[in-house]
């Protein structure tokens, strides 16, 4: 790509324990309309998370990210939330909750591969 495209991404967290507003980042959810990417990439630190919670569920965790994961990437086995399309999509997985899997606020930005700066963030922001 040779010219800069506006992309929109947030910051997937875990929250083990509601109540006391900890979190962890363990993803970053990216997506750019005009190159037609949406993706999710995660890594779960389980000595983090067993830091904050050592009775946290990894397994559990690890079913919600992989549903994330497959929502955004439009795997038909994901249901169909996984059928929207991809700004739906997107939207649906970063609207605000109350729940052990939760994300920041969207943060937009201009790059000129989605791919390589979803990578970028998801090194500076979780990695």
């Given amino acids: 790509m040779s010219e800069r495209t506006v992309y929109e ?8 324990r509601v109540e006391r ?14 190159q037609r990417y949406a993706a999710v990439k995660f890594f779960i630190d389980a000595n983090k998370c ?11 965790i690890l079913a919600h990210l992989d549903s994330f994961q497959q929502i955004c990437a439009g795997d038909k086995k994901a249901g169909k939330l996984a059928l929207l ?13 109350s729940t ?8 937009p930005g201009l790059c000129f ?14 990695l």
């Fill in 85 to 97: 399309e991809q700004a739906e999509r997107f939207r649906w997985l970063t609207a605000k909750r």
């Fill in 113 to 126: 591969s989605a791919d390589e700066t979803h990578q970028e963030l998801f090194e500076k922001l979780v």
């Fill in 9 to 16: 991404y947030a910051v997937i967290r875990v929250v083990p």
């Fill in 21 to 34: 507003e900890e979190f962890l980042n363990v993803g970053v959810a990216l997506y750019c309309k005009k």
């Fill in 100 to 107: 052990l899997i939760q994300c920041s606020p969207i943060h």
């Fill in 50 to 60: 067993r830091a904050i919670d050592p009775d946290i569920d990894l397994a559990l």
